[in-house]
């Protein structure tokens, strides 16, 4: 297993041509720097895939509480799951082969479950069903999804 530094970040996985900004700047944004911030933090798990010399995936998870969070967050207990795979890399099982790293880690760390949030148009939501994620609530937002672990397929 790889510690995951983020740097996937730097370059857009949606579109690997588009440069994305500094790290400092990406981190000025609240929404973005609470997934990053001071990453090594007690719970932190990160999956790294690389080829061709460089990231082309990522898959991490991080613990939140209820006074600073994302739209996964579930408790102060679930860690939240993201995930990218760069676009040329795709469709190729790396995304969910990453999503069970990230899972078989976090049981042997203790976790019991992981939540995830994903737009309810996302293509990505049928990966995550297809993993055992089950949706617990909707909003504007989009989905919250959680994954039992010790129930996983
Ligand atoms: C979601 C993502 C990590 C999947 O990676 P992957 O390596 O293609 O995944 P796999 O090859 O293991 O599985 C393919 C599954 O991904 C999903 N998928 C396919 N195209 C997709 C797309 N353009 N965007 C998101 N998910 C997609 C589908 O469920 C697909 O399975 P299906 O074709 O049977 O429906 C990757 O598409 C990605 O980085 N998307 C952009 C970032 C993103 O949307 N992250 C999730 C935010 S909640």
């Not at 983020?6 to 440069?19: H, L, Q, V, Y």
């Not at 899972?103 to 990966?127: H, I, K, W």
């Amino acid at each position: 297993m790889s510690t995951s530094s983020g740097r996937c970040t730097r370059r857009s996985c949606g579109n690997p041509d588009r440069e994305l900004p500094p790290i400092d700047v990406t981190l000025e944004h609240d929404e973005a720097a609470r997934y990053h911030r001071d990453w090594g933090r007690p719970g932190d798990l990160g999956i790294v895939a690389a080829a061709d010399g460089g990231v082309v995936g990522v898959a991490y998870s991080r613990l939140f509480t209820h006074d600073d969070h994302g739209h996964g967050y579930l408790d102060d207990e679930t860690p939240e799951v993201a995930v990218a795979v760069r676009e040329d890399y795709r469709g190729r099982g790396l995304g969910g082969w990453l999503l069970n790293e990230l899972a078989q880690a976090a049981e042997a760390e203790g976790f019991t479950r992981l939540s995830l949030s994903v737009a309810a148009d996302n293509p990505a939501r049928r990966l995550y069903e297809r993993l055992g994620h089950e949706e617990v609530s909707a909003d504007e937002s989009g989905l919250r999804m959680v994954l039992e672990l010790g129930r996983r397929v």
